[in-house]
Every structure is written in structure tokens, then in C-alpha cells.
């Protein structure tokens, strides 16, 4: 049975996970389009209050998609109207494990839904990984997006030759941005200090070592065209286990698999033109050891032949033997983001994420009452910003059936406006939408100046001052 006062929900991380959370909770009188037709999966009013450890809200909208790439940002015109809905709070700069624990939501709220994403990276397990001049792609995404946590690094940009581990959508976009014309990188929104350091690269080559073969990269094929149109840019694939025309058909790969390759064909046909820089494609590569003493100067790269794996059905890389090595003053890790955990919260280490079944969270296999996961937290990082929309869903679908089943513990302890006390005291510095929204309008003036979307904030005392602004 519900009762009659509204369900009080936190969604912890404001990313496009918890904001699809939410706008599925404060779903309009219309419904949600589900299965090809508009029903309604709210039943019952229902107030949403979306804590987000930083200042400001879309997580990896803001602090990972390229800034070369503001069209993929538009979504937060959704979210926006989903803020406006009845029912919603934003408490910014609040982080759930430090400012307000797990248990401490579990009794303020009928339900929680974990959408913190994955804020830590996979690791090689190689020799090296740790020298100074090698980092995740993660640091150096947040980075060159003015993400607070890493607006500090000191990424050392006066090395020639870069190398980029992994052939997924993130690679491309580190090498993308590694060689982008400055005159391109300044009408974007990219960190001012990662602008300046951009300027003044000496990067000239950018390789990017994938470890299985040309039909195996997770790239997209629009992420893997736009190098191609790069403006002063050499691509080079190495192709000497390219298959030619003809070789593969689609019985072997899909579609966008054979588009790839074509590609890559053609980029290897493509004559060099001695262009200031150039992207490197080298497959059937892993790096074996980070080689350096102070700090990297380069890696000893294996090559690699495929085989059957068996546990997977993939095919896997081993190493044939063959080593080379390679100078770089500069290696990125983009081989995947990694979930860390929250003190409190069940959270399985090998894969990075917090257990669940249909959304719920698992604690030794056992539901947790009133406890829900969404976005990458739940299926590990993989995924584009619309893959977190079922995803949400799929989650709001579970809390709804456990309502209607009388799961959910029904919190009664605080209301909702002692709720926002609490948090306040805990966090003086609290950001709500309308600090948000001044952030937004600042950073957005002062880049009209200059003829670019925005110029971000990038660490927490700024953004908090300028939140203030509009009390
Ligand atoms: C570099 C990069 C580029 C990408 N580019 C694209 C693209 O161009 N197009 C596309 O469709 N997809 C892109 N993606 C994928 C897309 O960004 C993800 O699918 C999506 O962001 C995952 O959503 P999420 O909400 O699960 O996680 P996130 O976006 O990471 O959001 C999690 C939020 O939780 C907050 N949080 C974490 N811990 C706490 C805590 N303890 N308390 C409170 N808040 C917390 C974080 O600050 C963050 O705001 C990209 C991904 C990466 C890594
Ligand atoms: N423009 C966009 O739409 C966009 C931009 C960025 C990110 N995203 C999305 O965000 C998600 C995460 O992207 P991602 O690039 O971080 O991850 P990803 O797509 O999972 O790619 C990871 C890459 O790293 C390789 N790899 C993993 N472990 C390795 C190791 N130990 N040594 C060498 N290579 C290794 C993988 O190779 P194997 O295939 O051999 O495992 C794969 O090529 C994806 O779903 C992506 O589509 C989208």
C-alpha cells in the first residue's frame, strides 16, 4: 500500500544517470515513452533531492565529454527542464561519504539511488605505470575539462612524441586533443590553463597502441572519421595486417565493423603528407614495461598475435615474443574508468562496481530496502550519456514495484526542509540550482567575450563564490 504523502527519493550524483533517474521519478502528466507507447511509471507523487559532490551538475557531460564536442552537451537542456519539475532539489558540493553518510540517507529518505559513476581507472599491472609523465586518461580528460580534482596537474606538454594505451572512444578523444589546432581548441570551452599548455605543445606524434587487431577497436566510427579531418594532421595506420579489400565479409564483422576498416584503409592509403603532427594507429601492441628514471621517457612495447579465448568467445592478444621500444616523454592510459566505493555501501572490487539485481543493491546477495544503483556505478563504465537512460529507467521501474509490494521502508524521521538543514550544516558552502545557475551564467559571459561557449571555473572556492552571487 502508499500512502498519501509524496515518496521522498535521493539520488546521489548528478550526472546523466541520476538526472534520467530523476526525470523518470518526476515523470510529466504525459508518462514516459516506453515499448513504443506514453504510460505512466509514477504512480504516486514523489519529491527528488540530487546530491552531487561537486559545485556544479552533469558529470561527465561537464568533465569528460570533449570540449570539442558541444553538441553532445545539449542534453543538458533536458535535464534542465527535469530541475524545473515540482518536487526537485539540487544540493551541490555535497559528498555523500564525507559531508552525509549512506545510513544517514537510508533514514531520511523512502529510497536512494546511487549514480556516482566510476571516478577511478583500470591499471595496467605493469612496470612503470607510476613514473611521473604517465597518467590515466581519466586525470587528463579532467584536466583539459577544468574538473576541480585536476586542475593542478602538471601534464608536461614539452615532450615530442605522446603515447596513448587503448582503442576505445576515450583514446581517440586524448589524441584528438593532443593535436587539435590551437585556432579550433580556443572556440571551445576547454580549461583555460589546459589551453595555454596546448599552445605552447611540442607534442609533434601522437601513438595510439591498441593490443588486438583493426576490426577490434571500441572506437566509434565517427570518433575514428574525425581524425581524418583533422586540419594539419598525418594519419598513419599501420597496415600490414590490414585486411585488404574483400577479406573480411560480413559474415566476420557488422556493419560499423566494416566501416572501420574501410577507414583505416583508406587513412593507410592516404599519402603522408608531412603535416606539423601526425596520429600514429598501431595495433596488435601492449605495452610490456614503462621505461624511465625520474619520470618516463618511454615503454617497451610486445607485439601481439590473437587467440580464441574460450571463457569469453573473444579473441584475445598475447604477446608473440617481438619487443620493441618506443620513445615518449607522455603516456595516457585509456583502458577504462574503475568505480571506487563508498564507506557503507556493498561494493564488488573486481568489477568496480556496487552489486545489484534489476537496479537494486545487493549486500551478500540480499536486497538492501530501499536502496537502487543507475548509470555506470551499476554496469560498469562503458556506455554513451543516452545508454543511461534505460538504464535509469530500468532502476525507477524497480523502485515503483517495490512501493506498490510495500518494500520500502517508509522514512519518517526528518521532513524535507530539515533534510536541507542538516545538509547546510554540514556543508556551509551548500550549492543549490540557483548557485548553479549563476556559475553557469558567469562562465557563460565571460566566454561571449571571447566568442567561446564558456570559460569553466575550475576549482571549488571560485565556484563557490560565484554561487553566492546570486544571494
Ligand atoms: C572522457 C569521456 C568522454 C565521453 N564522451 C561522450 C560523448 O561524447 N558522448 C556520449 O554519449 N557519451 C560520452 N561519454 C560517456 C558518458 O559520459 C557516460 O555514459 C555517462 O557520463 C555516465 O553517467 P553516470 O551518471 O553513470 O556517471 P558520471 O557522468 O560520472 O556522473 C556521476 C556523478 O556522481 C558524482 N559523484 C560521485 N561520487 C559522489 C559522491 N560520493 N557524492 C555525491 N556525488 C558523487 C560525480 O561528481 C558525478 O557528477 C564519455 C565518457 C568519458 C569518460
Ligand atoms: N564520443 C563518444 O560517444 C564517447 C567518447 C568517450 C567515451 N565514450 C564511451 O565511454 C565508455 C568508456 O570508453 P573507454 O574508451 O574508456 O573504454 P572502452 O570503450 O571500454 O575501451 C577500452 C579500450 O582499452 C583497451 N584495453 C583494456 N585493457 C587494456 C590493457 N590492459 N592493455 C591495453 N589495452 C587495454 C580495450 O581493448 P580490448 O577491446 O582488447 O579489451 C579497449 O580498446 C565507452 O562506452 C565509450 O563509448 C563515448
Not at 515540482?86 to 561519504?97: A, D, K, L
Not at 597502441?209 to 581524418?228: M, Q, T, Y
Request: hydrophobic share 40%; charged share 25%; net charge negative.
Amino acid at each position: 500500500m502508499i500512502d498519501s504523502r509524496p515518496f521522498r527519493v535521493a539520488i546521489v550524483g548528478a550526472g546523466p544517470a541520476g538526472m534520467y533517474a530523476a526525470r523518470h521519478l518526476l515523470e510529466p502528466p504525459a508518462g514516459t515513452y516506453l515499448d513504443g507507447r506514453l504510460v505512466n511509471l509514477a504512480t504516486c507523487p514523489v519529491e527528488v533531492d540530487v546530491l552531487e559532490r561537486l559545485p556544479t551538475p552533469w558529470g561527465l557531460i561537464r568533465g569528460g565529454v570533449a570540449p570539442d564536442h558541444p553538441e553532445k552537451k545539449a542534453i543538458t537542456r533536458v535535464f534542465d527542464e527535469v530541475v524545473r519539475r515540482p518536487g526537485f532539489r539540487f544540493f551541490g558540493n555535497v559528498e555523500v561519504g564525507r559531508d552525509v553518510l549512506p545510513q544517514e540517507l537510508s533514514a531520511w529518505y523512502d529510497a536512494v539511488i546511487y549514480a556516482v559513476g566510476a571516478a577511478g581507472d583500470t591499471h595496467m599491472g605493469i612496470e612503470g605505470e607510476d613514473l611521473p609523465g604517465c597518467y590515466s586518461a581519466r586525470e587528463f580528460v579532467a584536466w583539459y575539462n577544468g574538473h576541480p580534482d585536476h586542475s593542478d596537474l602538471d601534464i608536461d606538454l614539452s615532450v615530442e612524441r605522446a603515447v596513448v594505451i587503448g582503442n576505445g572512444n576515450v583514446a581517440m578523444d586524448v589524441a584528438r586533443i593532443l593535436t587539435t589546432p590551437i585556432d579550433v581548441l580556443e572556440r571551445t570551452d576547454i580549461a583555460d590553463y589546459a589551453l595555454a599548455a596546448l599552445r605552447a605543445s611540442r607534442v609533434r606524434e601522437v601513438i595510439v597502441l591498441g593490443r588486438r587487431g583493426h576490426l577490434h577497436g571500441a572506437f566509434n566510427n565517427p570518433e575514428l572519421e574525425e581524425l581524418g579531418e583533422l586540419p594539419g594532421v598525418d594519419i598513419v595506420v599501420e597496415g600490414e595486417d590490414l585486411p585488404g579489400d574483400g577479406e573480411v565479409v560480413l559474415d566476420d564483422a557488422d556493419a560499423a565493423t566494416l566501416r572501420k576498416v574501410d577507414t583505416l584503409r583508406r587513412y593507410a592509403h592516404r599519402p603522408i603528407v608531412g603535416h606539423p603532427r601526425r596520429i600514429v594507429l598501431r595495433f596488435l601492441t601492449s605495452p610490456v614495461e614503462l621505461l624511465g628514471h625520474d619520470r618516463v621517457e618511454g615503454l617497451l612495447a610486445s607485439r601481439n598475435h590473437l587467440e580464441h579465448d574460450p571463457a569469453t568467445g573473444r579473441l584475445r592478444a598475447r604477446p608473440t615474443g617481438e619487443e620493441a621500444v618506443i620513445d615518449a616523454g607522455l603516456v595516457l592510459r585509456a583502458i577504462g574508468y574503475f568505480g571506487t566505493p563508498i564507506a557503507g555501501l556493498p561494493f564488488d572490487d573486481h568489477k568496480g562496481v556496487i552489486p545489484s539485481a534489476d537496479g537494486r543493491v545487493l549486500d551478500h546477495g540480499t536486497p538492501v530496502p530501499g536502496t537502487y544503483v543507475t548509470g555506470w556505478v551499476k554496469r560498469g563504465p562503458n556506455g554513451i550519456i543516452g545508454t543511461n537512460k534505460k538504464c535509469a529507467r530500468d532502476t525507477v521501474r524497480s523502485f515503483w514495484a517495490d512501493a506498490h509490494a510495500g518494500r520500502l521502508p517508509r522514512a519518517d524521521t526528518v521532513d524535507a526542509p530539515t533534510v536541507r538543514e542538516i545538509v547546510k550544516q554540514r556543508q556551509p558552502a551548500l550549492v543549490e540550482y540557483d548557485g548553479w545557475k549563476a556559475i553557469d551564467h558567469h562562465e557563460r559571459q565571460s566566454g561571449q567575450v571571447l566568442g567561446r561557449p564558456r570559460i569553466k571555473l575550475t576549482n571549488t572556492t571560485d565556484l563557490v563564490a560565484q554561487a553566492r552571487c546570486h544571494q
